[in-house]
C-alpha cells in the first residue's frame, strides 16, 4: 500500500514540477527526498524497516503568482505528504498570501480544508493549486475597499499591546517534521514556551496575542489523532514581565518506554513548578502533579 502510495505523491509531483518548472517556485524541504523515494520504489522494497523508517517525506512550499481585478498578488502554498498519502491519509496544506490580512488568512484556510475533506483517498496537489488559483480573490484585501487602506485591513483585531498564552494538549507527538515545524513557528512569530514531544504531547507558547493565535490557527490546520487547547490566557502589561519563558525549546524528561516516547511526568511537573505554572499539570491531565521521587 505504501509503495502504490509513493507511486501517486511522485506521478503528481512531476504534473506540478512541469507546470511551475522554476527553481523558485517550487522548494522542497529536503532536496533529495524525491530521489530518495524513487530509488526505494526501484529497489528498495526489500530494504528493511529501519530504511523504511528513515525515508524522508515530501514537503515543499508553490509559490503562485495570481493576476486578480486589483492586481497581482504572490501566493504561498505549503504541502506535506505523509507516506500514506492520498490512500490512507490527507496532505496537510497551508496557504499564505501577501495581500491578505491575518484573518482573511484564517478564513482561506478553513475553506480549504473543508473542500479537501471531500477528497478522501484522492490526489489532491492540483485541486488544490487551482482551488486556490481560482478563490484566492475573496480573500484578497483590495487596495481601493471603500474607506480602509490595506494596511487598515491587516491590521489583527486584537489589540496589539495584549498578551497571550495557550496550553495544547495532543494524544501524541512523534513527526518528527512536525516537531519542526513547531520549533520554526515559534521563532517566526517571537513566541516563548515548550514543545513536550511524546505520548502525550504538550505544547506552550505565549508572545503577542495575534501571534499566539496565528501558531494555533497553524497547528490546527495539521493532522493530529486529538489536540485541544487545555487553557487560553489573555493579559495586558509589560511584555517581559508577563512572560514565562525566556526562550521556545523541546523538552525532553528522561524519555523512556519501546520508542523512547513516555516522559517522566514527575520532572515535567517540576518543570513547569519551576516556571510558576504548577497548577497547569491538573489542568493538562486531569490529575495533581507529584515532583519526581529522589528529585532534590
Keep these: 500500500m505504501m509503495e502504490e502510495c509513493l507511486e501517486l505523491q511522485l506521478s503528481e509531483l512531476e504534473m506540478l514540477s512541469s507546470m511551475y518548472p ?5 522548494t522542497f524541504v529536503h532536496p533529495i527526498a524525491r530521489d530518495c523515494i524513487r530509488r526505494y520504489l526501484d529497489g528498495g522494497r526489500e530494504a528493511d524497516v529501519e530504511s523504511m523508517e528513515s525515508l524522508p517525506s515530501l514537503s515543499f512550499t508553490l509559490q503562485l503568482r495570481c493576476t486578480l481585478p486589483s ?8 504541502f506535506r505528504l505523509a507516506h500514506t498519502y ?3 491519509s490527507s496532505a496537510e496544506v497551508h496557504v499564505s498570501c501577501d495581500s491578505s490580512s ?31 488559483q481560482e478563490h484566492v480573490e475573496n480573500y484578497v484585501v483590495s487596495e481601493t475597499s471603500s474607506g480602509a487602506s490595506k494596511d487598515a485591513e491587516c491590521t489583527p483585531a486584537v489589540s496589539p499591546d495584549k498578551f497571550g498564552r495557550i496550553w495544547l494538549y495532543m494524544h501524541h507527538i512523534y513527526s518528527k517534521h512536525k516537531r519542526k515545524d513547531i520549533l520554526d513557528f515559534s521563532h517566526e512569530l517571537q513566541l516563548t514556551g515548550f514543545c ?7 505544547v506552550c507558547v505565549e508572545g503577542r496575542l495575534a501571534n499566539v493565535d496565528d501558531f494555533f490557527h497553524r497547528l490546527r490546520n495539521m493532522t493530529w489523532k486529538r489536540m485541544t487547547c487545555k487553557y487560553r490566557e489573555e493579559m495586558t502589561g509589560e ?16 524519555a523512556h518506554g519501546g520508542r523512547h516516547n513516555h516522559m517522566d511526568m514527575g520532572l515535567f511537573f517540576k518543570y513547569l513548578e519551576k516556571h510558576k505554572h504548577g497548577e497547569m499539570f491538573e489542568v493538562l491531565f486531569g490529575v495533581e502533579g507529584r515532583a519526581a521521587e529522589n528529585d532534590d
Excluded: H, I
Excluded at 522554476?22 to 517550487?26: F, R, S, T
Excluded at 492586481?71 to 505549503?78: A, E
Excluded at 484556510?109 to 475533506?117: H, R
Design 22 to 26: 522554476g527553481d523558485e517556485e517550487m
Design 86 to 88: 492520498p490512500l490512507e
Design 71 to 78: 492586481g497581482d498578488c504572490s501566493v504561498c502554498v505549503q
Design 239 to 254: 511584555e517581559a514581565e508577563l512572560r514565562s519563558f525566556s526562550g521556545f525549546g523541546e523538552m525532553n524528561f528522561d
Design 196 to 202: 513536550l514531544p511524546g505520548k502525550p504531547g504538550v
Design 102 to 132: 491575518r484573518q482573511s488568512q484564517r478564513d482561506l484556510n478553513d475553506a480549504l480544508k473543508a473542500y479537501t475533506s471531500t477528497m478522501q483517498g484522492e490526489c489532491v496537489l492540483l485541486p488544490v493549486v487551482q482551488w486556490v
